[in-house]
């Protein structure tokens, strides 16, 4: 008989799904969407639908593995825990007493996005003085740019969206990243309003949209300037708002007269007129809304173009409008006590930093002291971060000491020293806030631990009582953990408490319906069309159209290359799973039907794709859903899901961006040729 237990989606995705989890004979048989959760609504995505396929998949590791072949190629003998975690102590002893703390690097990001397991690695290397990871891969340039504008503060609620009257997605694929907003925009367009998406590419989402802006990407900034430059000239304006809001509005009307729709047209590649009729649009709706992705701000100039999108609405007033507004995150609402799990004042030493999207760098070039031991945990670094030749390079180094905490054997695993076998979000106890709407939602084990897998909280808190750290934290139980994450005055958390997470039910954050109601999180306390921060940062205080450009392969490769999710994976996760690869298919370039004649790239031909970085062989798709001079590659495969062994990031760079340290993964220049002119790969 199969039995349905509540949990929730532990994957980095806005949506933050609440899960109907059917067991049966202690293994995960099927899931479902929790049709009382306000925002999963019943519904869930392909990638979630077959879990068990992932809970219970050949590639699982069950339990310890020590490396006994060469590095890289996965030859592994099973060793007990006490033996992995004896083996920890002592190679991180010597790393200590012969290259000192900082020789020592964690590396994890969003395998789980649940509060405590991600986090759960904090206290542990903090006590012990390793280096510190800057957590920057995904959305620190977004997260920075949009700060510049209207502060570190929630945005607005997907769900009031219903009421817009025009919804603009922009650089956003919904459709696949954030499937749950979509039924929201929906109910607006049964309404009446229009969907517009401004992309490079037509995805998924841009096909159902009214409008599709193709614009090139990196160019976002001037596409925003554009619109704000029509808008001031048909005087289609909030004054009120703009008054009693905001500052600067002065100095930015100067700097708009530089961005009249010609000029904002060369640089995007969209006609003049499609900029005008999109600025009418926005000035005349009653409820414009923008759901901003994270496409924009992955390229070198990233933070400035989210900071430029993210002024829009203010010129418009529709922060203050029913329906109206702009979503970003809506993390910053969940305003925990976060020292209950980072617990920073173990950190006695002040060790250096080291940005996880130059790991390549880290672990080839880095000395005083260099890398010697890597602890990677809820990350696949040797598919996801960029420029893969520099991550691979390191990776294979003799001389480095690897521990892989893994679901399944993940490419990272295949170069690890030491792998441990990790336990699933159905397998542990976790808190789960969310990035795409604001419900808190606490899970429990649907199961037991498949196999000799733990979590990440257990293993770091039984390391640390192998160094003999005596600190209260690393006896805390996870129910303890949670409370003290909730020992917070928030008004948004006001009322939440343990007994009523315990439950299980997503409970809904206390936020007001217009969440910048209490005003905006920028120095000024009001939305910045000109920043002193920035200013004071050496950046352009007031908003810049110049387009992000890939400065090593500029005058020498033609065509630009984003490399957005597929629908089928998150990240680099699921590939493991024979049925979404399937539906995946092989990795593919789009490429416009111009650029592919040039070249003689007929479609479905195998293409190589390279830069100085490195190469890929890709699928070709030629296709008019993108336009000349750009090309697309959705999703990260497993290298060894790919022809030749290599990854999308071989291509991408450690280059990082203007604001937040991020890594601009759309931001590329590369050249294609059909395989055979090449060479099969060399
Ligand atoms: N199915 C699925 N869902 C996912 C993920 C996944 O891999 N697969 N990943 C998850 C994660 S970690 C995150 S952070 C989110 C990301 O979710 P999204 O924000 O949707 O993803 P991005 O990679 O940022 O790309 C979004 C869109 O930006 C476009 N884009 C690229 N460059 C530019 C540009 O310069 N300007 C503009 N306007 N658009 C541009 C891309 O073509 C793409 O359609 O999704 C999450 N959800
Ligand atoms: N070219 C290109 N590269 C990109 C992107 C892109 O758009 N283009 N997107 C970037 C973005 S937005 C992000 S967020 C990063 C994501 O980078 P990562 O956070 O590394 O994401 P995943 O690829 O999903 O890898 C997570 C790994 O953690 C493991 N894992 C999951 N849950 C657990 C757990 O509970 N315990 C343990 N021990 N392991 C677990 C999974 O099996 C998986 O191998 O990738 C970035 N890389
Ligand atoms: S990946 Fe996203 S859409 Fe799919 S179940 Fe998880 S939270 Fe929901
Ligand atoms: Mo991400």
Redesign the pocket.
């Known amino acids: 008989m199969v039995t349905y237990k509540r949990s929730v989606c532990?994957h980095?995705c806005p949506d933050t799904c609440g899960l109907m989890v059917g067991v049966q004979e202690g293994k995960v048989v099927s899931v479902k969407g929790d049709p009382d959760h306000p925002f999963t609504r019943g519904a869930i995505c392909t990638k979630v639908k077959r879990y068990g396929d992932r809970v219970h998949s050949p590639l699982r590791i069950h339990h310890p593995l020590k490396r006994v072949g060469p590095k890289g190629e996965g030859v592994f003998e099973r060793i007990s825990w006490d033996q992995a975690l004896d083996e920890i102590v002592d190679r991180y002893g010597k790393v200590i007493s012969h290259f000192g703390n900082e020789a020592i690097l964690p590396y994890s990001?969003?395998?789980?996005m649940g509060v405590l397991?991600f986090h759960a690695g904090h206290p542990f290397f903090h006590k012990l003085g390793a280096s510190r990871l800057k957590r920057t891969?995904?959305s620190a340039a977004a997260e920075a740019g949009f700060a510049a504008s209207m502060g570190s503060i929630p945005t607005t609620d997907i769900e009031s969206s219903v009421d817009a009257d025009l919804i603009v997605l922009w650089g956003s694929n919904t459709l696949s990243t954030n499937m749950h907003a979509w039924p929201f925009f929906l109910e607006a367009h049964r309404k009446g309003a229009a969907i517009v998406a401004i992309d490079p590419y037509e995805n998924r989402t841009a096909k159902k949209a009214d409008v599709h802006l193709k614009l090139r990407p990196g160019t976002d900034a001037a596409l925003a300037l554009g619109i704000m430059h029509q808008l001031v000239e048909n005087n289609l304006l909030d004054e009120t708002f703009i008054d009693e809001h905001t500052i600067g509005f002065e100095r930015l009307k100067v700097r708009l007269e530089d961005y009249g729709p010609r000029r904002a047209s060369e640089i995007t590649g969209v006609p003049e007129n499609r900029i005008k009729d999109l600025a009418m649009q926005y000035g005349t709706a009653k409820a414009p809304y923008i759901r901003t992705g994270?496409g924009p701000a992955?390229q070198l100039r990233g933070g400035m173009a989210m900071r430029t999108i993210a002024l829009l609405p203010a010129l418009v007033g529709a922060a203050h409008k029913k329906g109206g507004g702009i979503t970003r995150s809506t993390s910053a609402a969940f305003a925990f006590n976060m020292e209950a799990v980072l617990q920073e004042s173990l950190d006695r030493s002040a060790p250096r930093s080291i940005n996880m999207v130059q790991l390549g760098s880290a672990l080839t070039r880095l000395s005083e002291p260099p890398v010697k031991a890597l602890h990677v945990?809820?990350?696949?670094?040797a598919?996801?971060?960029?420029d893969s030749a520099q991550v691979l390079k390191g990776l294979q180094r003799e001389d480095l000491f690897t521990v892989v905490?893994?679901?399944?054997m993940?490419e990272t695993a295949l170069f690890a020293d030491l792998v441990l076998p990790?336990?699933?979000?159905m397998e542990?106890t976790d808190l789960y806030r969310s990035y795409g709407h604001y419900y808190l939602q606490m899970a429990h084990p649907v199961i037991e631990p498949v196999g000799e897998a733990r979590?990440?909280l257990a293993v770091f808190q039984e390391l640390a009582h192998r160094f003999g750290f005596k600190d209260p934290c690393f006896n805390q139980s996870e129910t303890d953990i949670i409370e003290n994450l909730l020992a917070t005055d928030s008004p948004y958390l006001k009322g939440i408490t343990l007994d009523r997470l315990m439950a299980g039910h997503p409970i809904r954050l206390q936020v007001p319906s217009n969440i910048f109601e209490s005003g905006f999180g920028t120095p000024s306390g009001r939305v910045e069309f000109y920043s002193q921060s920035m200013e004071d940062l050496g950046l352009d205080p007031l908003p810049s159209g110049e387009p992000s450009v890939d400065a090593a392969g500029e005058g020498r490769f033609e065509l630009q290359l984003i490399?957005?999710?597929r629908h089928q994976f998150?990240?680099?996760?699921f590939n493991e799973i024979d049925h979404l690869q399937r539906k995946a298919g092989p990795a593919t370039l789009m490429i416009h039907p111009v650029d592919a004649g040039k070249r003689g790239i007929q479609d479905n031909m195998p293409v190589r794709v390279h830069n100085d970085r490195g190469e890929v062989f890709l699928t070709a798709r030629v296709t008019d859903g993108t336009s000349p001079g750009v090309t697309v590659a959705e999703g990260?495969y497993w290298p060894r899901f790919m022809v030749g062994n290599k990854g999308?990031?071989q291509l991408?760079s450690q280059d990082l961006t203007d604001m937040g340290e991020s890594?601009a993964?759309h931001c590329n220049l590369v050249e294609a040729a059909p395989f055979f002119s090449d060479g099969p790969m060399d």
């Open positions: 532990s980095d990001y969003a395998g789980t397991q891969i995904c994270w992955r945990y809820h990350s696949n670094p598919v996801v971060a960029p905490h893994e679901i399944v993940s990790g336990a699933t979000s542990t979590s990440a490399t957005p999710p998150l990240n680099s996760t990260i999308i990031n991408t890594c993964f």
